[in-house]
């Protein structure tokens, strides 16, 4: 996948959480970035911000999930001696469940296959053919 192509896609996904209807409001990402932050705010109006803890390991993923609620208004944190991984918003319930959650779920599959398609064609083009995971094999018996 082209790094265009992948541009695209996250483009197309954010269309899709912003509630985009017509191919015109698609193309328009930062449109649609601002109709999601106009959600969050009725949202933040109807009902009581709730605090979520997420726990996520991977460096990437965590930053993209930090900009994603950075883009959209909500500011990410977390309480002093928290592990590096976990990363706290206080925002509506519906917002973070119908909306943030699920748009970064689809966001971080789409990065993290792009980074794997990169990963294994450099890995196969100058280091070695083979990319598959080790082979399983059966434990040797244990002498008593």
Do not use: N
């Not at 992948?6 to 970035?33: M, S, V, W």
């Not at 917002?95 to 966001?107: C, H, K, N, S």
Request: aromatic share 8%; proline share 4%; net charge positive.
């Amino acid at each position: 996948m082209s790094e265009e192509r992948l541009r695209e896609k996250l483009r197309k996904i954010e269309a899709l959480y912003a509630g985009a209807t017509t191919a015109g409001e698609q193309a328009a990402a930062g449109a649609a970035a601002e109709r999601i932050r106009r959600q969050f705010a009725t949202a933040s109006k109807k009902e009581r911000a709730e605090e979520f803890k997420f726990s996520i390991p991977d460096p990437w993923s965590r930053q993209l999930f930090i900009a994603l609620c950075r883009r959209y208004g909500v500011k990410p944190f977390r309480y002093t001696r928290m592990h590096r991984q976990t990363v706290i918003v206080r925002a509506p319930a519906s917002f973070v469940r119908m909306t943030l959650w699920p748009e970064f779920e689809e966001l971080s599959g789409a990065l993290t296959s792009h980074l794997d398609e990169i990963t294994q064609k450099i890995i196969r083009e100058e280091v070695h053919e083979a990319t598959q995971d080790a082979e399983e094999v059966s434990e040797p018996r244990q002498l008593r």
